[in-house]
């Protein structure tokens, strides 16, 4: 149980484009959501945090209109990262945590990498 | 906000060998800490965690001790193997009820045959 699935799992694209990485729970349903993103040989960062019918919480010094965060359903958030550049390559990870009151815990995704030329 | 700080950054063991990581965090208020281990290319997996009101966990080669009144925590793995070869990360929840995860800085270790 508690699975998490990441869509795609890499993405190139040209640097000016837009691209959509998905996060579903598979077999729980998930009122918060956290996006991650890690650069080569460094810890995870925080980016924003996503309650389900709300809006994104974001971090400090995380652009939220260049990254998009929907919540859509209990079950599935979306980071869109808007007019990509080559700096906004890295791993990007997302979490969620089950819909219990008191649940500490966060399942990770395995991760999108994401490379702008 | 909580700063967690995890030492060392690399660790090599031989194989049979126990190894020990270990975490201090900032925030008195923090009551979650789970550890993780990455895998290169893969997420996070959890492995362990422990809640403040408990001083020590173990599951099979793994335990984790917490140290409330000096803020720091540690991973304890016994008679490691190879496949234990991993960057491992250690966690702390935040007191502010966010859930919001504070992420150490990672150690990467090395369990030779």
């Known amino acids: 149980g508690a699975v998490v699935s990441q869509h795609p799992s890499w993405v190139i694209c040209k640097s000016g484009t837009s691209v959509k990485i998905e996060c579903r729970s598979l077999?729980?349903?998930?009122?918060?959501m956290f996006w991650y993103r890690q650069f080569p040989k460094q810890s995870l960062m925080l980016m924003a945090t996503?309650?389900?019918?709300?809006?994104?919480?974001?971090e400090q010094g995380v652009e939220k209109d260049k990254f998009l965060i929907n919540h859509a359903s209990l079950t599935l958030s979306t980071l869109t990262v808007t007019s990509a550049h080559p700096e906004d390559s890295s791993f990007y990870i997302c979490?969620?945590?089950?819909?219990?009151?008191?649940?500490?815990?966060?399942?990770f995704g395995p991760g999108t990498r994401l490379t702008v030329l | 906000g909580e700063n967690v700080e995890q030492h060392p950054s690399t660790l090599s063991v031989q194989e049979g060998d126990s190894a020990v990581i270990k975490c201090t965090y900032s925030?008195?208020?923090?009551?979650?800490f789970p550890w993780y281990k990455q895998e290169l290319g893969k997420g996070p997996q959890l492995i362990i965690d422990?809640?403040?009101?408990?001083g020590e966990k173990k599951d099979q080669r793994i335990a984790v001790t917490l140290n409330k009144t000096a803020k720091h925590f540690s991973l304890h793995i016994t008679e490691t193997q190879p496949e234990d070869s991993a960057v491992y990360f250690c966690a702390a929840k935040d007191g502010t009820g966010a859930n919001n995860l504070f992420f150490g800085t990672g150690t990467r270790l090395t369990v030779i045959p």
């Open positions: 422990i809640r403040s009101n408990v």
């Open positions: 996503s309650n389900e019918g709300s809006k994104a919480t974001y």
């Open positions: 925030d008195s208020a923090s009551n979650y």
């Open positions: 979490s969620a945590s089950p819909a219990l009151a008191g649940y500490n815990e966060q399942f």
């Open positions: 077999d729980f349903q998930a009122t918060t």
